[in-house]
């Protein structure tokens, strides 16, 4: 996508906007699945919890992908645009067996984490087919808050309870078609990944009706120029191998899965933002923009730095900015950035809008969310409506009339 593009979006559409380009979704898929071109039955499930519009699940969907979700209702979204409930997963952590049980009655595929649950479940439901979720406590992620594998994480059944995790599956003669690792987010270091696998492979092993094995996801994406990414060429090379190997000593060819978010959709995605103020104090200079960490919240979050551009005045004299938003409450998506000379009316694009960006965009400061658009074959679709002022008022009663006093 151009400069150009994504301005003319913004004049279309009004600010602050999300602008997907959907090509850019595609040749990433094209990137994953190419890697992997040498196992036989490869799986890539897309974790929608990174950009769940379902505009965006239905492309995805065209382009041969499954569904990993996290909640009933993102099943319930999935189903909504078309996935069968074979391509979806369900891969929650701490949830109800209620909600498991909901989950399972529709038709997909459920993936357990923990011990407890498993044991009700299997005791139940001795018949239906089980992911089980491990954790191979293998330090790996971006920062503490991504990392979901290491020993003190919440997520998965520890690899050193497997005594306890086969004894359960042995006295309930539950199904295990399937093993899960997702051990974080920005995992930079393929051998982390491979080691992390080798962990599987032993689990594996245990399991005799076994038909998947599911690598989970967390590779990393580039942030700004030059910056480091998961060699995916490379990890492809090497596990495809490794893989393959597994599968010719386990006696049955196995089905690989990842389940990709922020890989897929993290560097199609732009957010557009004007600014409403310069603002000159003794110590630095303020570009205040119509947006906050209502629509943005990762670097507030996690400390996330989006490369920042002035798409408005592309070739001015770069000068040192603080871009900060509109909420109440210290709101800063950059310091002492390097931006070209930013007037006030000018758009700001934010890269790498698309993971983690609109999903976790709430209505703090009583805030319409930001219109989605899609951009395919070279033109723009709005595939999500700015909120309007019933959108702030939709479920909420007011005070009841006979009351005049606490
Ligand atoms: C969040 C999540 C993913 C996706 O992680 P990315 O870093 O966005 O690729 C995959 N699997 C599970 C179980 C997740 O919770």
């Avoid at 974080?184 to 051998?191: A, N, P, T, V, Y």
């Avoid at 690598?215 to 700004?224: A, D, I, L, Q, T």
């Amino acid at each position: 996508m151009q400069a150009k593009d994504l301005l003319q979006l913004a004049e279309q559409f009004g600010n602050p906007l999300y602008v997907y380009d959907a090509e850019k979704i595609q040749s990433q898929y094209n990137r994953l699945t190419k890697a992997f071109s040498k196992v036989d039955k490869l799986r890539v499930n897309y974790a929608m919890k990174a950009l769940s519009n379902v505009a965006i699940l239905q492309l995805i969907k065209e382009m041969g992908a499954g569904l990993d979700t996290v909640s009933i209702q993102e099943v319930e979204l999935g189903l909504h645009a078309g996935y069968a409930p074979e391509k979806i997963f369900y891969t929650p952590n701490g949830v109800s067996l209620e909600e498991i049980e909901e989950v399972n009655a529709m038709g997909v595929q459920i993936n357990i984490d923990n011990l407890s649950i498993l044991e009700q479940f299997g005791t139940k439901h001795p018949n239906v087919p089980v992911c089980i979720r491990i954790n191979p406590h293998v330090m790996a992620g971006g920062n503490t808050n991504i990392s979901v594998g290491h020993i003190d994480s919440k997520f998965g059944i520890s690899i050193h309870q497997l005594p306890h995790l086969l004894r359960i599956v042995e006295n309930t003669k539950m199904n295990i078609v399937g093993i899960h690792m997702h051990t974080g987010s920005d995992i930079l270091d393929i051998e982390v990944f491979l080691y992390a696998a080798e962990i599987l492979f032993d689990v594996a092993k245990k399991f005799k009706n076994l038909e998947f094995l599911d690598f989970g996801s967390g590779f990393k994406v580039p942030y700004k120029k030059d910056d480091i990414e998961t060699d995916i060429e490379e990890l492809g090379k090497k596990l495809s191998k490794r893989f393959n190997a597994f599968c010719t000593e386990y006696g049955k060819e196995l089905t690989l899965i990842f389940e990709p978010g922020k890989f897929l959709v993290s560097e199609a995605g732009f957010f557009l933002a004007k600014v409403n103020v310069v603002k000159q104090t003794t110590s630095t200079v303020f570009a205040g923009i119509d947006s906050g960490f209502n629509h943005l919240i990762r670097p507030m979050f996690y400390g996330s730095q989006h490369h920042i551009e002035n798409i408005s005045h592309p070739k001015g004299k770069e000068r040192f900015y603080s871009v900060v938003g509109y909420i109440c409450e210290t709101d800063t998506f950059a310091n002492n950035r390097r931006i070209s000379e930013i007037k006030e009316g000018d758009i700001l694009c934010f890269r790498n809008a698309g993971a983690y960006c609109f999903s976790m965009a709430s209505n703090y400061n009583s805030r319409y969310k930001p219109a989605e658009v899609l951009w395919l074959n070279g033109e723009g679709h709005l595939i999500r409506a700015r909120e309007t002022f019933e959108d702030l008022l939709k479920n909420q009663l007011p005070l009841p009339t006979a009351i005049t006093t606490v």
